[in-house]
């Protein structure tokens, strides 16, 4: 049995990324939120595209405000309003200003903006009460960004300040990683669908739409297979088509110790590499990780063998191991190249934490911001594997390492934070 360190650097070193010349797709600016840039952009336009005022104001030559005041104002002619979107057409000589606005363009011979609250004006005349400092107020051409420089880096998310970047560098189309398609199937002669009734030991298949929602919210594309029953040939069946359509599949149940449990089985008879058969994980135990030889490229989405996870079948545990390790494995296969690691945080716990201490324990419950220090509370009731309904509103897992038994309360205790990023 694995530590869950060592399994995680083995399923992380398992991990291909998604090809930049294969894996790719071009989509418009306004779908583009989330996905994960291909290549790196670029933008022939300079920012500022010119020389702008950065608040109401008069523009100026320092040279004539320079030694101004309250006492003894520079008095200057206005020659020009000068509105954002309109291109002046004089030129400040000596003794003259421009009534300017936030985001203007600077005029020819003025290299200064006195704001507003520190000038009075008569008719076309404007008093200068303060002496500014030299190019005050004023966003030069290019001081943000050179044209022709790289805009953004290749493998970034693509979140609202990102868009709003690409938007103003006019890039209408992006090049982006393709989602990475996950196919997702639940195992066990006991499950039923939601829409079932229940006869006397069923059970429904949470997992299944727990499993397809984790994969939505990590950018990834879930591939819904269904219910398999405990019967070898349709497990074969269903984990054959799998992989010719999947970069990695995920199946809940069957991979425990038990007559009926034939994911294993299944893997070895289509010549699968099992990297992973239990891990050192309360709950979360039960989880096999295997990889297929490399498949013909032809009318494949790509030519990396998928990744099979076979998690554990009771809820909880099927939750916990997605967080653990699936999670990361998207995020790195989906080509971002930061930010796909695990967050764990040191924070207080509200509630006193126990564990047999005999594995690496995960207790869920919520992050809260008190006094701001951030304080784990645990879920109530039970935290058995099987129990799915005190999960709702999870937004983090303490983490109790082995031989660790008892965390008090206001104790530190490392939690992996659940985010999406």
């Known amino acids: 049995m694995l530590s869950v360190s060592d399994a995680e650097a083995i399923i992380l070193n398992l991990v291909q990324p998604l090809d930049e010349r294969r894996d790719t797709e071009v989509v418009d600016l306004l779908t583009a939120d989330s996905r994960i840039l291909a290549t790196p952009v670029t933008s022939p336009l300079d920012f500022p595209h010119w020389d702008n005022s950065a608040m109401d104001g008069y523009a100026v030559r320092y040279e004539d405000v320079q030694h101004s005041s309250a006492e003894q104002p520079v008095i200057l002619e206005i020659i020009e309003d000068i509105p954002a979107g309109y291109q002046s057409k004089s030129t400040i000589q000596p003794g003259q200003a421009a009534r300017i606005f936030t985001g203007a363009v600077i005029p020819a011979g003025a290299d200064t903006v006195v704001m507003q609250e520190k000038t009075r004006r008569q008719e076309n005349r404007v008093f200068i009460l303060d002496t500014p400092k030299p190019q005050e107020f004023v966003r030069h051409k290019a001081s943000f960004y050179q044209a022709g420089t790289q805009l953004l880096p290749a493998g970034i998310k693509l979140n609202s300040p990102e868009i709003a970047v690409l938007a103003a560098a006019q890039c209408p189309q992006l090049s982006v990683y393709r989602r990475p398609r996950v196919a997702i199937f639940s195992t ?146 989906s080509g971002i190249t930061e930010g796909w690691e695990p967050v764990f945080l040191k924070v207080r716990s509200h509630d ?13 419950g919520k992050l809260h911001l008190i006094d701001g220090i951030y304080e784990f509370h645990k879920a109530g009731g039970s935290h058995s594997s099987g129990n799915l309904i005190n999960l709702a509103q999870t937004n983090a897992l303490a983490v109790l390492p082995m031989g660790k038994t008892l965390i008090s309360p206001q104790e530190q205790v490392q939690v992996l934070q659940l985010v999406n990023e």
């Open 188 to 333: 066990g002669d006991e499950l039923v669908t939601v829409d079932q009734p229940l006869q006397a030991g069923q059970i429904v298949d949470s997992n299944q739409y727990a499993i397809a929602a984790l994969v939505k919210e990590s950018g990834a594309e879930p591939l819904i297979l269904g219910i398999v029953k405990d019967d070898p040939a349709a497990l074969e069946k269903v984990i054959t088509h799998a992989i010719a359509i999947a970069d990695i599949i995920l199946s809940s149940g069957g991979v425990s110790v038990g007559d009926y449990d034939y994911v294993d089985k299944i893997l070895e008879s289509l010549r699968a590499k099992i990297h992973i058969r239990a891990v050192e994980m309360r709950p979360g135990k039960p989880l096999t990780v295997a990889t297929f030889p490399s498949r013909d490229a032809i009318n494949r989405v790509s030519t990396n063998s998928p990744l099979y996870f076979g998690l554990p079948g009771n809820p909880a545990a099927v939750l916990v191991t997605f967080w653990r390790f699936v999670l990361p494995a998207i995020k790195k296969l």
């Open 352 to 364: 006193e934490l126990r564990s047999d201490g005999k594995r690496e324990t995960y207790l869920w």
